[in-house]
């Protein structure tokens, strides 16, 4: 097999992280998938991976040489419960690629056999699910919002048991990195202090490199609690991304909480369809903890749990770990970090809310009153849609009709159509106080403009459940990759209203949704 030209890193810099591994050989591979714009994003070539060469080195068959797999271990809160010891039970790391813009980036395996991590499971997992991996990654670069991807699926030729057999699969996913919250969790449920720095120090230089002389001192805590902090805001951001497209990550336990500020494991995932904020699809998520409004609070829950994981490194010397008065002022200053993610979120979530409503500039320079305004308006906007059970993809995305001057498209979505005109009103005049302060004059080309801003920050398609299973079941039950193949091509441009993709733009029937679940896929 050829070189892809790897490095490894986490092995090498963080002893005690990881295990080597190799992956399960299967009977009949296959490629299905390859995310060519990805090969390309990290100096590969897709055309090298034609034919059998492709088939048996996407399904574990025949790596790369200069491959070295790794499970990685980390622990985790899953659904509020902790367990000190998680890692990967069915995903390996193969290695590191530096990519064409000069960002490392992990290329790993996931459904590849049985880890050291793997509890009693088969390591393995099924044509669905991974599938499900590709729509959702793609949907969301597409969205501009950061994470995984997947850079290849292949079919295994075997079964995989669930609750039927089904046919098996490995992803290939590529992340920023695989550090979780959960790999900070990992050393700090076992007191290890310096290899919880050592850890600490990897993510700092990966994803943070200005902190790594912050405070002038080798072992001072400021560059941790800047971590904390960079952490805090990149998740801030990224909530405030899913909440604005609608995205329900599903089971935001913090071994599902990238370091790197990306999406990652998409399982019990889904687009929400009808606004509510109390929407969950998960089929395990009885107690409603990741619904749709829940995700602000459980990301600032998980960044809680990092906190509590780099207290150690927070002291000024490493006899304050028992010093009762300098761990409660490392705690004091961890919780002011945790403190200001709602404040850092409310403003992410704003920003984008003024975007999607199709503002360029707020009432005044840091005028409190203005915001406050600014979010009684997204706020009421979405009340509305709530109580009129109105498509929030769908409604979003005819405010730009409404900027024309034409209300029917989106008053057609709303149980009592007269009920939008309150709103609407409001929504005018706040959009003329914005085209006076941007210095537009002329009624006609400012409405024409705001179409355009409106029509490109809100889609006209997702990643509608509906849609979603259709494909999925085609490519598991059929073999089918027809559906799944033009869903994505859908996706990858989902702010052009193109005729030939108009049933992805269309809810599903209430009846469907309300009975939809989704489900992890292990």
């Given at each position: 097999?050829?070189?892809?030209?790897?490095?490894?890193?986490?092995?090498?810099?963080?002893?005690?992280?990881?295990?080597?591994?190799?992956?399960?050989?299967?009977?009949?591979?296959?490629?299905?998938?390859?995310?060519?714009?990805?090969?390309?994003?990290?100096?590969?070539?897709?055309?090298?991976?034609?034919?059998?060469?492709?088939?048996?080195?996407?399904?574990?068959?025949?790596?790369?040489e200069?491959?070295?797999?790794?499970?990685?271990?980390y622990?985790?809160h899953?659904?509020?419960?902790?367990?000190?010891q998680?890692?990967?039970?069915?995903?390996?790391?193969?290695?590191?690629?530096?990519?064409?813009?000069?960002?490392?980036?992990?290329?790993?395996?996931?459904?590849?056999?049985?880890?050291?991590?793997s509890?009693?499971?088969?390591?393995?997992?099924?044509?669905?699910?991974?599938?499900r991996?590709?729509?959702?990654g793609?949907?969301?670069?597409?969205?501009?919002?950061?994470?995984?991807?997947?850079?290849a699926?292949?079919?295994?030729?075997?079964?995989?048991?669930?609750?039927?057999?089904?046919?098996?699969?490995?992803?290939?996913?590529?992340?920023?990195?695989?550090?979780?919250?959960?790999?900070?969790?990992f050393?700090?449920?076992?007191?290890?202090?310096?290899?919880?720095?050592?850890?600490?120090?990897?993510?700092?230089?990966?994803?943070?490199?200005?902190?790594?002389?912050?405070?002038?001192?080798?072992?001072?805590?400021?560059?941790?609690?800047?971590?904390?902090?960079?952490?805090?805001?990149?998740?801030?951001?990224?909530?405030?991304?899913?909440?604005?497209?609608?995205?329900?990550?599903?089971?935001?336990?913090?071994?599902?909480?990238?370091?790197?500020?990306?999406?990652?494991?998409?399982?019990?995932?889904?687009?929400?369809?009808a606004?509510?904020?109390?929407?969950?699809f998960?089929?395990?998520?009885?107690?409603?903890?990741?619904?749709?409004g829940n995700?602000?609070h459980?990301?600032?829950?998980n960044?809680?749990?990092?906190?509590?994981?780099?207290?150690?490194?927070?002291?000024?010397?490493?006899?304050?770990?028992?010093?009762?008065?300098?761990?409660?002022?490392?705690?004091?200053?961890?919780?002011?970090?945790?403190?200001?993610f709602?404040?850092?979120?409310?403003?992410?979530?704003?920003?984008?809310?003024?975007?999607?409503?199709?503002?360029?500039v707020?009432?005044?320079?840091?005028?409190?009153?203005?915001?406050?305004?600014?979010?009684?308006?997204?706020?009421?906007?979405?009340?509305?849609?709530?109580?009129?059970?109105a498509?929030?993809?769908?409604?979003?995305?005819?405010?730009?009709?409404?900027?024309?001057?034409?209300?029917?498209?989106?008053?057609?979505?709303?149980?009592?159509?007269?009920?939008?005109?309150?709103?609407?009103?409001?929504?005018?005049?706040?959009?003329?106080?914005?085209?006076?302060?941007?210095?537009?004059?002329?009624?006609?080309?400012?409405?024409?403009?705001?179409?355009?801003?409106?029509?490109?920050?809100?889609?006209?398609?997702?990643?509608?459940?509906?849609r979603?299973?259709?494909?999925?079941?085609?490519?598991?039950?059929?073999?089918?990759?027809?559906?799944f193949?033009?869903?994505l091509?859908?996706?990858?441009?989902?702010?052009?209203?193109r005729?030939?993709?108009?049933?992805?733009?269309?809810?599903?029937?209430?009846?469907?949704?309300?009975?939809?679940?989704?489900?992890?896929?292990?």
């Amino acid at each position: 097999m050829p070189r892809f030209g790897f490095d490894h890193s986490y092995a090498r810099d963080l002893p005690g992280a990881s295990v080597s591994c190799q992956p399960a050989t299967v009977p009949t591979p296959r490629l299905l998938y390859v995310n060519e714009p990805l090969a390309q994003e990290l100096g590969l070539d897709p055309a090298a991976w034609r034919g059998a060469v492709g088939d048996a080195l996407f399904a574990g068959n025949a790596l790369p040489e200069d491959a070295q797999p790794i499970a990685q271990a980390y622990a985790g809160h899953q659904f509020g419960g902790f367990s000190p010891q998680l890692g990967d039970g069915r995903a390996l790391l193969l290695g590191e690629l530096i990519d064409r813009r000069g960002q490392r980036r992990d290329v790993a395996f996931k459904g590849s056999g049985r880890t050291p991590f793997s509890r009693g499971g088969d390591g393995k997992a099924a044509i669905g699910p991974m599938l499900r991996e590709v729509l959702i990654g793609e949907a969301l670069h597409a969205l501009g919002i950061p994470t995984t991807r997947a850079l290849a699926v292949a079919a295994t030729g075997e079964e995989v048991w669930r609750d039927r057999p089904l046919p098996g699969a490995v992803l290939t996913r590529v992340a920023a990195s695989h550090l979780r919250v959960g790999t900070f969790q990992f050393f700090a449920a076992r007191g290890a202090v310096e290899p919880l720095r050592r850890l600490a120090d990897y993510a700092i230089a990966r994803h943070d490199p200005a902190l790594a002389d912050l405070g002038g001192m080798d072992e001072g805590p400021a560059r941790y609690l800047g971590l904390l902090r960079a952490v805090a805001q990149r998740q801030a951001a990224l909530v405030a991304q899913w909440l604005n497209v609608g995205f329900i990550h599903g089971v935001m336990n913090t071994d599902n909480m990238a370091i790197s500020g990306e999406s990652i494991d998409f399982g019990p995932c889904a687009f929400m369809e009808a606004f509510d904020p109390a929407a969950v699809f998960s089929s395990i998520d009885h107690g409603g903890r990741y619904a749709y409004g829940n995700q602000p609070h459980i990301a600032r829950w998980n960044l809680a749990r990092l906190a509590e994981a780099l207290l150690p490194l927070l002291v000024d010397a490493p006899r304050d770990l028992d010093d009762e008065a300098a761990l409660q002022r490392a705690a004091a200053q961890a919780m002011a970090v945790i403190d200001a993610f709602p404040g850092w979120h409310a403003q992410a979530l704003r920003q984008g809310q003024r975007a999607k409503l199709g503002l360029q500039v707020a009432t005044a320079a840091d005028d409190v009153v203005g915001d406050e305004a600014d979010d009684a308006l997204a706020r009421d906007w979405l009340a509305l849609l709530q109580a009129q059970g109105a498509d929030f993809t769908l409604a979003w995305r005819h405010l730009a009709d409404a900027a024309e001057g034409r209300d029917a498209p989106l008053a057609a979505l709303l149980a009592e159509p007269a009920a939008l005109q309150p709103w609407l009103a409001r929504w005018r005049t706040r959009c003329a106080q914005d085209d006076l302060a941007a210095g537009l004059t002329d009624p006609a080309a400012a409405a024409t403009a705001r179409a355009a801003r409106l029509r490109a920050v809100n889609p006209w398609v997702i990643a509608r459940n509906q849609r979603v299973e259709e494909a999925l079941e085609a490519a598991t039950d059929h073999g089918d990759l027809g559906p799944f193949e033009r869903l994505l091509a859908a996706l990858r441009q989902p702010f052009d209203e193109r005729p030939a993709y108009a049933r992805y733009a269309e809810p599903a029937p209430p009846a469907v949704t309300a009975r939809y679940q989704t489900f992890c896929g292990t």
